[in-house]
């Protein structure tokens, strides 16, 4: 196993840093770590009534998922009881610049008072609706939902909490909660792969294998529509919802060639294939940019597989990453555009085995966030700041995920069945 | 065609199914027995009896020749061909085994076949459907080069997803770098080359 060794020292020592390269040949590691008086920390009570305690374990997980806060007495021992006002002396003098105070009613919903601790004042109280049954995933949800607003509040930043990650698990898909609870197969017809979440949260694309096809589930009716028709000596794969929901991408592979398709997400119907160059080759893996009007993609042209943009007419199409040095034989694939835009994260062949890395559109700040192992597949978060791939570092291929800022990773799926091909989502929408 | 030396085995199909000019139909080598008696030497062993019944004559090749041609056809059909890693092109030890199929096929009209390309578990998964399609194709546009109707040939691709051997290093990944042929109509009536 090739060891990444100088991306290793600078993970250990240097502090959080993003270089700009100065020029494109030039790659640069991302090093970070965390230190504890970095983030603002935050407190969160024992939360009274119903499953209180799984409501605050929720909590605190998934504030710590956001790596934007610190938990500050987490298992509430030496925490000053309250009753009533905080006091907020002694919560300042435990490094705490928020307090998180709530509680189940008996009616089952949650009620929440976030405090300022600098101000000495409640500055939000919400009510959240926990739906469903305790602890069923669609009450974790709720939770979810709940700590995103915490986040918000405390930083500016809405959390990712109330999102889920789908994978391929033995040809089936699957979905898991952000924090890794919850896994459930969502489709179990056929032999599956490459799922891909539409924007509104509501549908996910994958595609079949023997026979070959794009098909899009609606998960709030529990239905599966085939979105392209069964053509003999033809495989369609690799499909991308555009951010504005109107059209799915995919790679369809003919006798002549793969090449890349759009067609009409809502309303089904022919594909139209897009030209990005020279037909007879490999044009494949979509991943569309915010504005929904470029895409970045895969293209076999050069001697190795590489990442290209194209507006989405198959014009102005252009080399992202370059050949790099070495014999990089299976290249740079699957391109992930983040939602906000200021980068494209791939794996690349660094030394015979895949690694994670960012590029920014521009192709110049180059960042490679992986450097033991083997990493395949990035998806990124609603936030453009996390990551989840498939890592083999664990013994066997599961899911991570991976905070692009602080470097921080944690294990997603466990277990001895191999989980791979992850797609993060946007908001999961209320049922 | 390829005059490189083939394997031992492609020869005996070669031979067994390529339209040949003998009389006899020719069955798979056995190991040479005359019928006739070994000269009588004193003090010699008497001569072993022969080890293979006299071929009737005029009667044409018995039910268990013709099961023998028919399996042998479809494992000439059916043989795998290989690649090289990231790659499409048709070796030399490729082009010959995709030529002893050819009269098999021809002499089987009703016989369609399914090539399934497949690649190595290395690359993107979704990158190799794309090259397993492309190795199908590839084979596929050998065998309508070569005279067989491509109406009569499906292909598809399973990238990476199913390899015939598990595991890392060359020595598997080779062997999942390939095209599979299988016999999608008139797998009952397939006959030797010639009977």
């Not at chain 1, 938990?71 to 002396?89: E, F, H, K």
């Not at chain 1, 109330?162 to 459930?184: C, L, N």
């Not at chain 2, 005059?3 to 005996?12: G, I, M, T, V, Y």
Request: with cysteine; aromatic share 6%.
């Amino acid at each position: 196993m090739k060891v990444f060794r100088t991306a290793i020292l600078l993970t250990i020592l240097a502090p959080v840093t993003r270089l700009t390269a100065q020029d494109s040949g030039k790659v640069v590691k991302l090093g970070g770590t965390y230190g504890a008086g970095r983030l603002p920390g935050i407190v969160v009570l024992p939360v009274p009534g119903s499953n209180g305690d799984s409501v605050r374990a929720m909590l605190q997980r998934d504030l710590e998922n956001g790596d934007r806060v610190t938990i500050i007495g987490r298992d509430a021992d030496g925490l000053p009881p309250v009753s009533g006002t905080p006091n907020y002396d002694a919560f300042a003098q435990l490094g705490a610049a928020s307090i998180v105070q709530a509680s189940v009613t008996p009616q089952g919903e949650l009620h929440v008072a976030f405090h300022s601790v600098a101000e000495k004042r409640p500055v939000q109280a919400r009510q959240f609706d926990l739906a469903g049954s305790p602890l069923s995933g669609e009450w974790r949800m709720s939770v979810h939902r709940a700590a995103d607003s915490l986040e918000l509040w405390a930083t500016g930043v809405v959390g990712i909490s109330a999102t889920r990650i789908a994978f391929i698990r033995e040809g089936k898909v699957w979905t898991v909660d952000s924090d890794g609870a919850g896994a459930v197969m969502v489709e179990g017809a056929g032999y599956s792969m490459s799922p891909a979440w539409h924007p509104s949260g509501r549908y996910l694309a994958f595609s079949t294998l023997d026979p070959s096809s794009i098909t899009m589930r609606d998960l709030s009716a529990g239905t599966s529509r085939r979105m392209t028709p069964v053509v003999a000596n033809t495989s369609n794969s690799a499909p991308a919802f555009s951010p504005d929901g109107n059209t799915l991408a995919f790679a369809r592979a003919t006798a002549d060639g793969t090449e890349i398709y759009l067609m009409d997400a809502m309303k089904g119907g022919a594909a139209r294939k897009i030209l990005t160059g020279r037909e007879g080759g490999i044009n494949t893996l979509p991943s569309f940019s915010p504005d929904s009007r470029q895409f970045a993609f895969v293209s076999g042209r050069l001697r190795n597989p590489q990442v290209y943009i194209s507006d989405v007419d198959g014009s102005n199409v252009r080399l992202l990453t370059d050949e790099g040095v070495g014999d990089r034989n299976y290249g740079r694939t699957n391109p992930s555009w983040a939602p906000d835009g200021h980068a494209i994260a791939y794996q690349s062949d660094n030394e015979n085995r895949f690694q994670i890395m960012t590029i920014s559109p521009s192709g110049k700040n180059i960042t490679v966030l992986t450097g033991e192992s083997a990493n395949e597949h990035p998806s990124w978060a609603p936030d453009s700041r996390h990551l989840v791939f498939s890592s083999v570092r664990s013994g066997k291929e599961q899911l991570w995920v991976l905070d692009t800022e602080g470097a921080r990773t944690r294990q997603l799926t466990f277990g001895s069945t191999v989980s791979k091909m992850p797609a993060w989502s946007p908001q999961i929408p209320r049922k | 065609m390829s005059h490189r030396r083939l394997p031992a085995a492609f020869l005996a199909m070669a031979a067994f199914t390529a339209a040949c000019h003998k009389q006899k139909p020719v069955t798979a080598p056995t190991p040479t027995t005359t019928t006739t008696t070994s000269p009588t030497i004193p003090n010699s062993p008497p001569a072993p009896p022969p080890t293979v019944t006299p071929r009737p004559e005029n009667t044409g090749p018995s039910a268990a020749e013709i099961e023998r041609m028919r399996a042998a056809a479809v494992a000439t059909i059916t043989a795998t061909i290989y690649f090289d890693y990231d790659k499409s092109d048709l070796r030399d030890d490729a082009r010959s085994t995709l030529d002893s199929k050819v009269p098999v096929l021809r002499a089987n009209p009703a016989v369609r076949i399914k090539i399934a390309g497949h690649t190595d578990e290395r690359g993107s998964a979704e990158y190799n459907i794309a090259l397993g399609q492309r190795r199908a194709a590839a084979a596929q546009r050998y065998l309508t080069g070569l005279g067989i109707d491509a109406g009569r040939i499906e292909i598809v691709s399973f990238g990476e997803e199913r390899p015939a051997r598990m595991g890392e290093g060359e020595e598997a990944w080779s062997k999942n770098r390939r095209d599979e042929f299988e016999v999608t109509a008139g797998a009952d009536q397939i006959r030797g080359a010639r009977q």
